[in-house]
């Protein structure tokens, strides 16, 4: 009984074995390794056509149902399989982790065995050995010492006895594919960790206020948000510089970065492509508004009545608010105006124009003194934590290095000394024609 039991056992650990070896096999497979990474490039292009970490009432305006783009690509398609934050579902994440564990396979199974197999050398004692190699000759030489000669100016490192003689080079591209693997598994760890500890914020705040990170548009499980709110930004001024047609041409923020006691630790003018960073946190200036506007009524005290756009961006922008004439609020007039550089229009209930004005220009309206001050501006913020952005650059630093020495030919030459008899023939894995030349040179001098 004890016999059967343990046949048993070795039954079953071959066949986990089996298991595994087949599992380890096809994860190894260079096609898999494609495909995957296929898919991760197709994911990665919808990702970036697909505006992403929109609010959904944006994508029900521009992915309807009726008619859906492509056919089937409706916002409830969009946002069921997740193509609104692709880099953080949990089925890009799984592509990156089957990918990385393919390279990673690849790698010890392939790819080392490979560099280990071109360490290990043996001469050729033999003059039939020769003529498997695809480049051979016999040929008249004193010794093998001028051969050797010849080799170690090439750039040959040479293993030598008394009749036969053993040159290699650029071990260097056998290291190359290790190093690309290792750059493309870093890049996807990087990844990775963005999606679990960063996040991705949006805020749009008037000029002049100070805020706390709390818009938090997505959020890894595993990001500490604590460190994200342990201090606050202040927005000193913001202003908008435009070209002399009108259009905007930058605009600016002037951020303080402030702990709870409200001393200034950081400051920075950011603008479009030039953000601020403090604490691993970016903060990008991605958008702006008109959030209010500061009005005095003959001579009351001044204050400040907010602004709503009341337009879509790519229809123009225009703000609006209503100001009302009488304090019981049964007169009023609108007030509009499409930037910052002060040209404001005033329509009366019926929508008729009734003048246009400038800030501290004061207008005559409904029996009363009417005097704007000023347009407050609100600055859009875009505001991100990556922690695997470090790991992402480091990763493509060794993908480039990696590449690089990945064009270094590995080349072999055996020579081997039969009585008065010489034979002298190699083989290189890449740059064929170069390495006849090569040899055809080391002949001629011979």
């Not at 190699?133 to 040479?158: H, M, N, P």
């Not at 999606?195 to 548009?217: D, H, K, R, V, Y």
């Not at 070209?243 to 905007?248: H, L, Q, R, Y």
């Not at 008729?352 to 400038?358: E, Q």
Request: proline share 4%; charged share 15%; hydrophobic share 40%.
């Amino acid at each position: 009984m004890s016999i059967s039991n343990s046949s048993k056992n070795i039954s079953i650990n071959d066949s986990i074995n089996l298991f595994f070896r087949k599992v380890i096999s096809t994860v190894s497979d260079l096609r898999l390794a494609i495909i995957l990474l296929l898919v991760i490039a197709f994911f990665s292009i919808s990702g970036t056509i697909i505006e992403q970490n929109q609010p959904i009432n944006y994508y029900q305006e521009n992915y309807p149902e009726n008619p859906a783009l492509f056919g089937f690509l409706s916002w409830q398609v969009l946002l069921n399989m997740g193509l609104n934050h692709v880099y953080t579902t949990w089925w890009y994440l799984s592509i990156l982790v089957l990918f990385g564990s393919s390279l990673i396979a690849c790698t010890f199974r392939r790819q080392l065995p490979a560099l280990k197999a071109a360490k290990i050398w043996k001469f050729y004692d033999e003059s039939r050995q020769f003529n498997k190699l695809a480049l051979s000759a016999e040929i008249t030489v004193e010794s093998l010492d001028k051969i050797q000669s010849l080799l170690s100016t090439k750039g040959y490192k040479i293993y030598q006895n008394d009749h036969c003689l053993y040159g290699q080079k650029g071990i260097t591209g056998r290291i190359g594919p290790i190093v690309v693997h290792l750059g493309m598994i870093i890049v996807l760890l990087g990844a990775i960790l963005g999606a679990f500890t960063g996040f991705f914020a949006q805020e749009m705040i008037p000029s002049g206020e100070t805020f706390t990170i709390n818009n938090f548009l997505e959020a890894g499980k595993f990001t500490n948000l604590n460190g994200a709110k342990s201090f606050d930004i202040k927005v000193n001024n913001f202003w908008i510089k435009y070209t002399p047609d009108g259009s905007v041409d930058q605009f600016y923020s002037d951020l303080s970065v402030v702990n709870k006691t409200g001393e200034e630790l950081e400051r920075k003018t950011i603008f479009v492509n030039q953000p601020l960073r403090y604490n691993g946190i970016t903060f990008y200036q991605t958008n702006w508004s008109i959030s209010g506007v500061k009005i005095q009524l003959n001579n009351s005290p001044i204050f400040q009545l907010p602004m709503a756009e009341l337009t879509r961006e790519r229809k123009g922008r225009i703000w609006g608010t209503w100001i009302p004439t009488k304090p019981d609020l049964s007169e009023g007039i609108s007030l509009v105006t499409k930037d910052l550089q002060g040209t404001m229009f005033l329509y009366d209930t019926s929508g008729k124009l009734i003048s246009a004005l400038r800030p501290n220009m004061p207008t005559e309206v409904n029996g009363i003194t009417l005097k704007v001050l000023e347009l407050v501006g609100s600055t859009g913020l875009q505001i991100k934590s990556d922690p695997g952005v470090p790991l992402v650059y480091l990763g493509f630093a060794l993908l480039m290095i990696g590449v690089v020495m990945s064009y270094v030919s590995f080349s072999q030459v055996w020579a081997l000394q039969e009585g008065d008899r010489y034979f002298i023939g190699g083989k290189t894995n890449r740059a064929q024609v170069a390495f006849e030349k090569e040899i055809c040179q080391i002949l001629e001098k011979l």
